[in-house]
T-cell receptor, first 114, second 113 residues
Framework: GAVVSQHPSRVICKSGTSVKIECRSLDFQATTMFWYRQFPKQSLMLMATSNEGSKATYEQGVEKDKFLINHASLTLSTLTVTSAHPEDSSFYIC??????????FGSGTRLTVV | GDSVTQMEGPVTLSEEAFLTINCTYTATGYPSLFWYVQYPGEGLQLLLKATKADDKGSNKGFEATYRKETTSFHLEKGSVQVSDSAVYFCALGGGTSYGKLTFGQGTILTVHP
């Protein structure tokens, strides 16, 4: 139980296009979801916290207009990287809080912008 | 603010060697402490956790004890296997009310046969 399904696992896009990453909670309701970014051989940096039905809270230095987060239902949160550039290439991971359990993570999305 | 510092890697060991990965933290209040493992190309999996001082988390032969006096949560395993090769992250979270996790920089472990 307590699975978060993240898609796609890998995506290659052209510079200037937008990419949407989805995270779905499969057997629980995710009121809160966290979005992290991981650079090669580095730690995870929290980008934003999304709460169902309200605006996401972004960490300092994260461009909210570039990284659009939508958490319209209790089972789905999406991260859209708008007008992607090569410097946005990274590994993006979502995480949800599972009641009475703790944190569970998606399997991650490897984004490559060419 | 909260922070986590892990020993620098990479760590390379032979199979059946003893493993220690150091982790120290700075936090206000009484955080919970976690170790996560990440295999190549995958997301994070919870390895073990401890929610209060002197608690010992254990799983798959790995252990870590929440030491409030030294603000540490070192990861240990008595005999590593090749399949333990992965990246290990120490993390802290906000006590009993779940909030964002703060991660250490990660330690790459490679175990050779």
């Amino acid at each position: 139980g307590a699975v978060v399904s993240q898609h796609p696992s890998r995506v290659i896009c052209k510079s200037g296009t937008s990419v949407k990453i989805e995270c779905r909670s499969l057997d629980f309701q995710a009121t809160t979801m966290f979005w992290y970014r991981q650079f090669p051989k580095q730690s995870l940096m929290l980008m934003a916290t999304s709460n169902e039905g309200s605006k996401a809270t972004y960490e300092q230095g994260v461009e909210k207009d570039k990284f659009l987060i939508n958490h319209a239902s209790l089972t789905l949160s999406t991260l859209t990287v708008t007008s992607a550039h090569p410097e946005d290439s990274s590994f993006y991971i979502c995480s949800a809080i599972v009641p009475n359990y703790g944190y569970t993570f998606g399997s991650g999305t490897r984004l490559t912008v060419v | 603010g909260d922070s986590v510092t892990q020993m620098e890697g990479p760590v390379t060991l032979s199979e059946e060697a003893f493993l220690t990965i150091n982790c120290t933290y700075t936090a206000t209040g009484y955080p919970s402490l976690f170790w996560y493992v990440q295999y190549p190309g995958e997301g994070l999996q919870l390895l073990l956790k401890a929610t209060k001082a002197d608690d010992k988390g254990s799983n798959k032969g790995f252990e870590a004890t929440y030491r409030k006096e030294t603000t540490s949560f070192h990861l240990e395993k008595g005999s590593v296997q090749v399949s333990d090769s992965a990246v290990y992250f120490c993390a802290l979270g906000g006590g009993t009310s779940y909030g964002k996790l703060t991660f250490g920089q990660g330690t790459i472990l490679t175990v050779h046969p």
